[in-house]
Every structure is written in C-alpha cells, then in structure tokens.
DNA sequence: GTCTATATGGAGATAGAC
DNA sequence: GTCTATCTCCATATAGAC
C-alpha cells in the first residue's frame, strides 16, 4: 500500500473512532510514523483528507445503486441494494457524522454533494417506478411521495443515528434493526408477490 | 436583557447561519462589542454556551410533551405536539447540526443527552399506548416497534435533513413536507376516528 | 517522495488591572 | 462585570536537505 493509501486509511480509521475534529493531521502522521511535512506533500489541507474519502465512499455507493438496474426489479434485489449501501455507511460512518464541517462548502458549489444528490434521488424514484412495474409495489401518487420522503431520510441518517446513540453496537445488529425497519415500511405497500419477495431476503440474511 | 442572556442570542443566530465551528467566540464578542475576556467571563469555553443553547432546548423539549398528557389523547392532539417540536428544533437548528462537536462527550458521561433520550423515548412510547387505547391508531406488537423506530428518526433528523439539503427554504415549507410525512405515515395505522383527527389537523393548519 | 525545521495566523483560554 | 494583554495550541504553508 502506498503512503497516500495509508494515510486514507488511517484517517478513517481515527476519524470513525473519534470524529473528524478530533483527529489531528500530526496524529496521523505520528500513527503512521510519517512526518507532517510528508502528510502536507500528499494533503495540501486536512480537508482534503475528508474530500478524498467521501469521493470514494460516494463512488462505490454510486456503483452500488447502478448494480440494480442489471436484474430483476425485485423487493429482495432492492433489499440487498439498501443493505450494500448501509455497510458502505457504516464503513465511513465517521464522515457523515463530520458532514457539518462541510456544511459550508456544500452549498457554496464547491462540493460534488448536490450533484450526488440528485443523482441518488433519481436512483430511488426509478427504482420505486421499476417495483411499482413489476407489481412488487402498488402505489398511488401520495404514496410515491411519501416512500421517497421516508427512503431519503432513511437512507441519510439512519447510520448516523446508530453512531451517535449506540457506538458501540455491533455492525450486524444497527444493519438487522434498520432493515427490519424497512422491511416493515415496504410491507405496507407491497402486493402478495412483493410480500414473499421480501421474506427471501429476511430468510436469506437473518 | 443582561450580557449573558445576549450572548447566547446572537450566538444561537450566528450558529444558526453559518454552523458551530464557524462561529468564533471573538466574532460574538465583536458582534456584541464585548470584549473575548468578557466572553470567558461568562462562558469560559465555547463549548459552554452550547451545552447551555441545548439545555434551553431540551428543558422547552420536555415541557411539550409533557403537556400531551393533558388532555384527550388524539392524532390532532399529537401532530401540534409534534408540530411544536418541529418549531422548536428549528429555532435551535444550528445546535443539531453541531452535534458531532460533542460526540465525544455524549459517550463520556458529561451530558444530559442520553438521559433526555431516555425520557423522550417513554414520553413516545406511552403516548402511542395512549393513542391505541383511545382508538387512534391500530397496532399490532410488531407496529408499536416500527412506528417507534420511524418517529425516533424523525423526530430526531427531520430538521436536520432540511437544514442540511434545502437551506434557504422557509420554515413554513419545511414543517408542511415533514408534517404530510408524519400524516401519511400515521394515516396507515389510524383507525376511522383516527383518519378524522387526522383530516382536523391537516384542515387546521395547512 | 520523504524528511527536518520553521514561520504564520487564528482559535480558545487565562491573568490581572479597573 | 468588563477590560487589555498574553499564553498555548494547532492547522497550514514554505524552504531546503536527502
């Protein structure tokens, strides 16, 4: 692995176990046992650190979402989508609890988040359209509006909530309680085929 | 108003526009025209006049939802309690966004958070026990769980959501989207009597 | 690419006079 | 209670050797 590599890594390490302020570039480097001239020559700024790992954390949740397109529009697939996206959450989960540091650039434009943004929402709205196609989901217009509320919200904070109410709980059980939370929500609004598609995925991972 | 009281004024605006760790406590003694000594005389560290911002915020918290318990439970009755929080949350926006600053903390020991946790999640629980008897919503054990799970995070990062994504947008708009949210998702376990308490609070204040 | 050394500027915090 | 002056710490930036 080379320096910038590891610098990345232990960075996120620190930063899930402590928080983005907390952190310090000398801390870093001391881990590391690198000077913080040598961290300086790789990252200019401390927050570059941060841009460079939510930049790879935003490409592999992008990579993730385009991953249901390529099958069958089922409850089950949509399930494992969300479960991907939540251990990808889990893993930088030091980020999104830094996201108000940011919170200033993001809406100067200097920050690729709104552009994300709107991509993920149209990730979702397609994705509730294509179930709503293949008759896993029977939904009315309000419906539509109300499930694409909740999966924004859902989807942005419930890692975070798990982080900053019970740090210390295993991985396993945030990911099974925010599933199950899910689960029941589709629930409401699948049809018969829809129901048996999401008992796959509860037999299947728990 | 005396110093103190000021100064948690402006703060509470300066944080509110530009975020915590924006807000330096020479820029509130400028803004002010007191001198940084002066700051520290009242509020040694920064931190200080957070922790103080979010007891004020907790204490008026409380006092909401206490007033639930009197009087008849209904779905109107709780949408103004819910609406209040909104209210308030919003006043006290900044602070939410600010929470990671104290993460450390609130695992250490130091902070009243997890204890008003506690006692908000009674305060939810009971109220949604309180609602079932009186023939508001209809819940099956595995419902109380579910709704619970979503009220916490809504409860919790609604106005977080907002503030973080739409910015700009009037506080008016903001409760309207989160409250329809809330109605809807009420509206799927509310008994008749229930839809029409509903109905009488959306006809009340939308 | 990596190191040492050093400079700068800004933040929170403190001491002591009034 | 309020002030001025000062301290310490840290992120950042730069210069120059290896």
Same mark, same amino acid.
């Given at each position: 692995?080379?320096t910038r590599k590891k610098i990345l890594?232990k960075a996120?390490?620190?930063?899930?176990?402590?928080?983005?302020?907390?952190?310090?570039v000398?801390?870093i480097a001391?881990?590391?046992?690198l000077?913080p001239g040598n961290m300086s020559y790789h990252f200019p700024r401390k927050e570059d650190i941060f841009t460079e790992l939510?930049?790879?954390?935003?490409?592999?949740?992008?990579?993730?979402?385009?991953?249901?397109?390529?099958? /069958?529009?089922? =409850? @089950?697939? &949509? +399930?494992?989508?969300?479960?991907?996206? $939540?251990? %990808?959450?889990?893993?930088?989960? #030091?980020?999104?609890?830094?996201?108000?540091?940011?919170?200033?650039?993001?809406?100067?434009?200097?920050?690729?988040?709104?552009?994300?943004?709107?991509?993920?929402?149209?990730?979702?709205?397609?994705?509730?359209?294509?179930?709503?196609?293949?008759?896993?989901?029977?939904?009315?217009?309000?419906?539509?509006?109300?499930?694409?509320?909740?999966?924004?919200?859902?989807?942005?904070?419930?890692?975070?909530?798990?982080?900053?109410?019970?740090?210390?709980?295993?991985? /396993?059980?945030? =990911? @099974?309680? &925010? +599933?199950?939370?899910?689960?029941?929500? $589709?629930? %409401?609004?699948?049809?018969?085929? #829809?129901?048996?598609?999401?008992?796959?995925?509860?037999?299947?991972?728990?």
């Amino acid at each position: 692995m080379d320096t910038r590599k590891k610098i990345l890594h232990k960075a996120l390490q620190l930063i899930n176990q402590k928080g983005f302020s907390e952190v310090g570039v000398r801390e870093i480097a001391r881990s590391l046992q690198l000077s913080p001239g040598n961290m300086s020559y790789h990252f200019p700024r401390k927050e570059d650190i941060f841009t460079e790992l939510m930049d790879n954390y935003m490409q592999a949740n992008s990579e993730n979402y385009a991953g249901f397109g390529e099958g /069958a529009p089922t =409850l @089950k697939r &949509y +399930l494992e989508i969300v479960q991907k996206a $939540l251990q %990808l959450q889990y893993k930088y989960r #030091g980020l999104f609890l830094a996201f108000p540091y940011f919170f200033g650039e993001i809406h100067t434009g200097r920050s690729k988040y709104p552009a994300t943004y709107k991509k993920r929402k149209n990730d979702i709205l397609q994705i509730l359209t294509s179930l709503q196609h293949a008759r896993q989901l029977q939904l009315k217009k309000s419906d539509i509006d109300f499930l694409f509320s909740f999966l924004s919200l859902f989807g942005r904070f419930s890692i975070i909530e798990a982080f900053m109410l019970h740090r210390n709980r295993k991985e /396993a059980d945030i =990911l @099974k309680h &925010y +599933l199950t939370m899910l689960m029941n929500q $589709l629930l %409401l609004f699948a049809t018969a085929s #829809g129901k048996r598609s999401i008992n796959e995925f509860r037999k299947a991972y728990f």
